[in-house]
């Protein structure tokens, strides 16, 4: 078989510490590779090397036996890589042939060939059996169809090699089937792919030939009729598990240590309510765009609903007493003016762990109790004059944007 993509010895170390460790490895043209391994097994890593997005600490790749050192992710596109991410790279306010043709619009007489992107487009999506109008926003189609949009991408740039990265996370058991004939299709084509997934019985399913990786390091490869999903679980984690979900040794306690209730926040949540106690471990899962990191993002900034913390199994109404300025503070770091508007909330989330590490600091610092009030205030004040500053240069700039000419 010959080769599309060779690594030899490849390696990455961050820090002194090594992500990927010298792995040799080929990838065969036209078959589809399933690489597998635990989180933080270096997998990401990898791609992200093959895909010229970081630059490897050591070792070499190979396309087609020629030297292969991308410099960039444009570098791997044009060699002919396409990757198909978890977080799907479309822009929803765009239509799906904007999209295709993102990276470079065909022009006629100077001007961009609208005729001509449609008709491409089309063929295209016929190609993948997806019956769009190429006109339709991204916005409007299931995660499925947009994912299909992608691989659609793939073939408008000719891809050689496509690497799916997780692709069935946030589809539906119809729209996996889809894909997966998609896939098929591709192979028909000629088309390498590299499929990594925690899916074991879908990689089994699809691949021609297994990788997988543990530490860093390639510890097992063959083709795919030889493995079994206990031998990959074995590779992955170096032993044998002697059972997928082993009882659990503690019991939730009774205390509630978490309560929440009516969190909405329109169009994302309604009326959610859970109540979590001490020692229990709450799994809080759905597809993609069902609410899951909106939910997690109010319970700890609580934007909507009413959230009740109870300690030692009491609810202390004081909870919070005497931080107030503390949170004035992290609302003014995080983007909020004191003159109206609003910030962000993930970065009221990063002033207040700013406030608090200077606080711990001083603390282990050994500063002088009486003066721990005055660093506290000093601080309230540099986000006040910092925000002051900040209001200034957009009025500033406002002005400027507003003048009349002449």
């Not at 040799?24 to 597998?36: F, N, Q």
């Not at 089937?177 to 192979?187: G, Q, W």
């Not at 543990?214 to 679980?233: H, K, N, Y």
């Not at 040794?249 to 240590?257: C, F, K, Q, R």
Request: charged share 20%; hydrophobic share 45%; glycine share 12%.
């Amino acid at each position: 078989m010959t080769a599309l993509l060779s690594l030899d010895g490849l390696g990455k170390t961050w820090f002194g510490v090594s992500a990927v460790k010298d792995l040799t490895l080929d990838v065969a043209e036209g078959r589809l590779l399933g690489l597998i391994g635990q989180n933080g097994a270096g997998k990401s890593t990898l791609m992200n090397m093959i895909g010229g997005v970081v630059q490897p600490s050591s070792g070499a790749m190979r396309w087609r036996g020629a030297p292969y050192a991308p410099q960039s992710a444009g570098d791997a596109a044009r060699t002919g890589i396409a990757f198909i991410h978890q977080e799907l790279n479309l822009f929803t306010n765009l239509s799906v042939a904007e999209n295709l043709y993102i990276d470079g619009f065909p022009r006629r007489f100077g001007l961009i060939d609208w005729s001509t992107i449609r008709r491409r487009s089309t063929e295209i999506l016929r190609r993948l059996a997806l019956d769009l109008d190429p006109d339709t926003p991204i916005g409007r189609l299931s995660p499925g169809e947009r994912q299909l949009v992608e691989i659609a991408k793939a073939l408008h740039n000719d891809a050689q090699l496509i690497i799916f990265d997780e692709p069935t996370t946030s589809l539906t058991l119809r729209e996996t089937a889809r894909l997966f004939e998609t896939i098929a299709a591709l192979r028909a084509e000629g088309r390498t792919i590299i499929y990594i997934s925690h899916i074991l019985g879908d990689v089994q399913q699809l691949a021609d030939d297994i990788g997988v990786l543990r530490d860093g390091q390639l510890v097992d490869s063959g083709p795919a009729a030889e493995f079994t999903v206990q031998r990959m679980i074995r590779s992955m984690i170096g032993r044998d598990l002697g059972g997928l979900y082993p009882p659990r040794s503690a019991t939730p306690g009774s205390a509630t240590v978490l309560e929440a209730r009516g969190l909405t926040q329109p169009g994302v949540l309604q009326d959610v309510s859970l109540t979590v106690r001490a020692g229990e471990l709450v799994g809080l899962f759905g597809l993609m765009g069902a609410g899951r990191s909106e939910l997690a993002r109010i319970l700890c900034a609580a934007v909507a609903g009413t959230i009740m913390i109870a300690q030692i199994g009491r609810l202390d109404a004081g909870f919070g007493e005497g931080r107030e300025f503390d949170v004035i503070a992290a609302a003014v770091l995080g983007g909020a003016s004191l003159f109206g508007g609003v910030g962000s909330v993930w970065g009221a989330v990063l002033g207040a762990t700013l406030i608090q590490t200077v606080k711990l600091g001083r603390v282990f610092t050994g500063v002088n109790l009486y003066l721990q009030p005055m660093m506290q205030g000093l601080i309230i004040l540099i986000a006040v004059l910092a925000d002051g500053v900040r209001e200034k240069r957009l009025r500033l700039l406002l002005k400027r944007r507003i003048r009349p000419a002449g």
